[in-house]
Nanobody
Framework: QVQLVESGGGLVQPGGSLRLSCAAS????????MRWYRQAPGKEREWVAG???????YYGDSVKGRFTISRENAKNTVYLQMNSLKPEDTAVYFC?????????WGKGTLVTVSS
């Protein structure tokens, strides 16, 4: 079955970097639109970035120029490289894919940006 497992979160100082990973199983990532979302405490879930089956990438305005989404087909894994992190980037980050009629989510990984 489809599974998404995020990892790579942690505590980082403002201005720092982290790379998140989303290991997928049960389907092939290169044939689907893969997306990252995040949810800060007390806020709604927010779309962050996406990568299409053809490799096109898209970003939310709040992360454009700082975050980069990529994928490694051989490992069936999607990444989110996050640079110049700000306190407002603090959130649980989720990986997402729509396969057929089903919308799948991972359990998320917590990113905390604080000094």
């Amino acid at each position: 079955q489809v599974q998404l497992v995020e990892s790579g979160g942690g505590l980082v100082q403002p201005g720092g970097s982290l790379r998140l990973s989303c290991a997928a199983s049960g389907f092939t990532i290169r044939t689907y639109l893969m997306r990252w979302y995040r949810q800060a405490p007390g806020k709604e879930r927010e779309w962050v970035a996406g990568i299409t089956s053809s490799g096109g990438t898209y970003y939310g305005d709040s992360v454009k120029g700082r975050f980069t989404i990529s994928r490694e087909n051989a490992k069936n894994t999607v990444y989110l490289q996050m640079n110049s992190l700000k306190p407002e980037d603090t959130a649980v980050y989720f990986c997402n894919v729509l396969v057929g009629d089903m919308n799948y989510w991972g359990k998320g990984t917590l990113v905390t940006v604080s000094s």
